[in-house]
């Protein structure tokens, strides 16, 4: 049940779902909000007021820079308290990076945050954006018998789907069901009715809890794939990058590495200089046990840390976020082993 007053602040910052075919050359390009609204008129059907914040230009999420994120979060920030939820129209390439750093960024969040976008823009007729547009809607602005809003966390809702955003990758780049969230359970599924999981722990709304908002964020990160055949130098390069803070490492399986001398030596003296390694897994599901082959476990010793069933996006832009905070490399090891925002489970 919505109460009579429950508003929505809709920010389009971009993406397929705003795109528009150009005549001439066939490639998508952006058009503006009056023209998305042109398309979607059930906008009007809600009997709640939505505003509307554009991204002046908009832009494709392969542009999306942590300055940009920064920007969302002066918004939602800015204007928190005259809305009941937000919905974020976002590109979706990059959609999960994005909602993982807002579920960092947002600290003490007690509103809906929701990102959306599609696979088709907005003005095709089998275009997915519509459904995914409305339902983010509703969702931002439902809430509880008593007035509380249901799902106070940020996420991403696609194709039916509502999962907690630092949780999702994208993993499909022509189905509408683009995104996935391997290691948790979706928080809702929207059919006829939108049915919340009451068997997932939702993040719980606290009341009189003030927004904190967070906007420092360093980037000197990488992501380090590993592949059978990788060479020393190319490991040595990247360890050996100039201000380089922090690697997550894209192991395989439940965290394994070759058992190179080389490789170990390599990641223990970078772990000894205070850079920070992270072992995520390659594979889409599943955690990192480093304690369950020798090859996991010789990671353990070179200093690296469990990345347990961290997505990358969520593991890039976690360490972001705590080494723009001044972190020592153990405080932010410390800190990589202790879930912030619901992304790992322990
Ligand atoms: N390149 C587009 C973007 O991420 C793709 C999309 O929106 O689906 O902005």
């Known amino acids: 049940m919505n109460s009579p007053y429950t508003s929505v602040l809709l920010i389009y910052t971009g993406g397929t ?181 009451n068997n997932v722990q939702i993040r719980s709304y606290k009341e009189k809890q003030k927004l904190k908002p967070h906007y420092l964020l360093d980037t000197n990160v990488v992501v380090l794939k590993l592949f059978p055949g990788i060479q020393e130098n190319v490991v040595a390069t990247i360890l050996g990058i100039e201000g380089l803070k922090a690697v997550v490492l894209e192991t395989y399986g439940s965290g394994n590495a070759p058992r190179k001398e080389w490789f170990i030596r390599r990641l223990c003296q970078a772990s000894a200089q205070g850079i920070v390694i992270v072992n995520v897994t390659q594979c889409n599901a599943g955690m990192v046990e480093m304690e369950r082959y020798e090859t996991g476990y010789q990671l353990l010793q070179a200093g690296v840390v469990c990345g347990y069933d961290s997505t990358t996006e969520s593991a890039v832009t976690k360490l972001m976020f705590l080494l723009g905070h001044g972190y020592t490399p153990d405080e932010v090891r410390d800190r990589m082993n202790r879930s912030m925002a619901g992304e790992i489970t322990i």
């Open 17 to 197: 779902i705003g795109m528009i075919e150009n005549t001439e050359t066939g490639a998508l390009e952006n058009f503006n909000f009056e023209q998305l609204q042109k398309h979607i008129p059930e906008l009007h059907k809600f009997n709640f007021p939505i505003d509307t914040y554009q991204f002046d230009p908009p832009m494709d999420s392969s542009d999306m820079e942590p300055d940009m994120w920064r920007k969302l979060v002066r918004i939602i920030h800015e204007n928190y308290s005259r809305y009941h939820g937000f919905v974020i129209l976002h590109g979706t390439d990059t959609m999960a990076y994005t909602a993982s750093a807002l579920s960092f960024m947002l600290e003490n969040l007690e509103k809906p945050v929701i990102l959306t976008g599609s696979q088709l823009p907005i003005g095709v007729l089998r275009t997915d954006g519509k459904e995914n547009l409305m339902t983010s809607i509703e969702i931002a602005a439902a809430q509880t018998k008593e007035g509380k809003p249901l799902v106070p966390e940020v996420c991403i809702f696609f194709e039916n789907h509502l999962m907690r955003g630092n949780r999702t990758t994208k993993m499909n780049a022509e189905n509408f069901n683009a995104f996935r969230s391997f290691n948790y359970p979706v928080l809702a599924e929207a059919g006829i009715h939108i049915k919340y999981n």
